[in-house]
């Protein structure tokens, strides 16, 4: 019995050293082949290190995330393609160790400044000249962030499915300035029930404690626009326009006759328009 069991312990010894040996020996042919040694050379040329998430007082604005070389899945790709080609290198994200993801309870006042990119958001108090703005954003393949109050919900639901229907993100606004946990509750089961969607921001044109505290019990960040339009809407975009701003335009009745212009003229200057979601990615 005893060299019955010596036995197996020297069968499963040399079995594990057999595999260690052999996996070694992968890994030092791997690391010697002249595909995965440029790889490796190159490296530092095509990763990026991540960004945290900058917290001033009370605002926060998005990092961004780094990207590493995956060698192994680099190195069997290009093996399978016959050599080196940087075109074929796969990557991994790192997320910054400082994310907005998980803070609630901070303002968020604009995209990262290193995005050369912008959103649009309307707050929707009622539907004057709201169909016109939102077909012109489709049209030209834009996703806005619309902010809609507790009364237009309940006047006219059928405003949430055109908003729907037309790739335009819908959230909620409130009811006069302010949010009811209840009630944000409701709006987001009107959202989950016919359009498969949740909420995820709260609106607020200033500091408003109140706003956020209950959004953030909600989970919900809280937004302030970095530039809130209320007339010459194409002045304030040509002498404002920045990176990762995010654009309230609060009077639809001038903006429609100028918003063609804006978008152009953005677009023009090298910008993106974003939805909102995008514009906070990490």
Known sequence: MYRSFFSFFVFIFISILTFLISKYSINYIKSIDPVMIEIKKNSFLYESSFVNAYINDEIIIPGISGKVIDFDSSFKLMKNYGGYNSNLLIYSDVSPKITISNIYDKYIVSGNKNKKEVSFVFKVEDTNYLEEIVLILNKNNIIGTFFVSDYVVYESFDILKFLYLNNQNIESLGSNSSYDL??????NYLLKSYFNKSINYCYSDSYNKEVLDICAKKKLHTIIPSLIIDKYP?????????NGLI??????????NELNYIISYVKQMGYKIVSLEKLLEE
């Open 247 to 256: 654009i309230n335009f609060n009077n639809r009745e001038l903006l429609l």
């Open 182 to 187: 209840l009630k944000i509750d409701k709006f």
């Open 234 to 242: 194409f002045h304030n975009i040509k002498y404002n326009l920045s």
